[in-house]
T-cell receptor
């Protein structure tokens, strides 16, 4: 059974304090790993898709990396507006559904 | 380009009742998936519709059913509501059944009392 585990469950940072969120996965043949941002009471907002080990993608203060067992979402010099829950999901083929982790709840304090 | 629209945004129902949630997919997207997200959890896959037929189902009982219409909009129906059905229900559309570009709606918050 495909599994996704995210850590930590919650993270509290001071503004400007860089850190990383972890997503470890166990799947039978990864086809894609996705990062989403979710604000309270809202749907997930797409951030990145990673397809193969060694791949990296960046967007503003966020950088996602992928290895054969895990992915990291690095947040550089975060701001209060980066506060949200960050979800990781995987798929093993185009026609299989996304399997999500429980998310990391990030709070950035000014 | 419009995104995914869900209605209603919030709903309160009594245990045993039935509920219908609606979703309008993003323009150009013909595949719709529904997910249930309990508080503090990640979304769980309920089912997917493509060309008006169910095209995959997660570990949910038959009282969870759906429809997809010719315009690719979709409904999620839940019969005999239970307290544990209280959750955020998310609709996600994509350009095809094997495409990776999911777009999620804002969800419907269902509370069962």
């Amino acid at each position: 059974e495909d599994q996704v585990t995210q850590s930590p469950e919650a993270l509290r940072l001071q503004e400007g304090e860089s850190s990383s969120l972890n997503c470890s996965y166990t799947v039978s043949g990864l086809r894609g790993l996705f990062w989403y941002r979710q604000d309270p009471g809202k749907g997930p907002e797409f951030l990145f898709t990673l397809y193969s080990a060694g791949e990296e993608k960046e967007k503003e203060r966020l950088k996602a990396t992928l290895t054969k067992k895990e992915s990291f979402l690095h947040i550089t010099a975060p701001k209060p507006e980066d506060s949200a829950t960050y979800l990781c999901a995987v798929t093993t083929s185009g026609n299989t559904p996304l399997v999500f982790g429980k998310g990391t709840r990030l709070s950035v304090i000014a | 380009e419009t995104g995914v629209t869900q209605s209603p945004t919030h709903l309160i129902k009594t245990r045993g009742q039935q509920v219908t949630l609606r979703c309008s997919s993003q323009s150009g997207h013909n595949t719709v998936s529904w997910y249930q997200q309990a508080l503090g959890q990640g979304p769980q896959f309920i089912f997917q519709y493509y060309r008006e037929e169910e095209n995959g189902r997660g570990n949910f009982p038959p009282r969870f059913s759906g429809l997809q219409f010719p315009n690719y909009s979709s409904e999620l129906n839940v019969n005999a509501l239970e307290l544990d059905d209280s959750a955020l229900y998310l609709c996600a559309s994509r350009p095809g059944p094997e495409a990776y570009g999911y777009t999620f709606g804002s969800g419907t918050r269902l509370t069962v009392v």
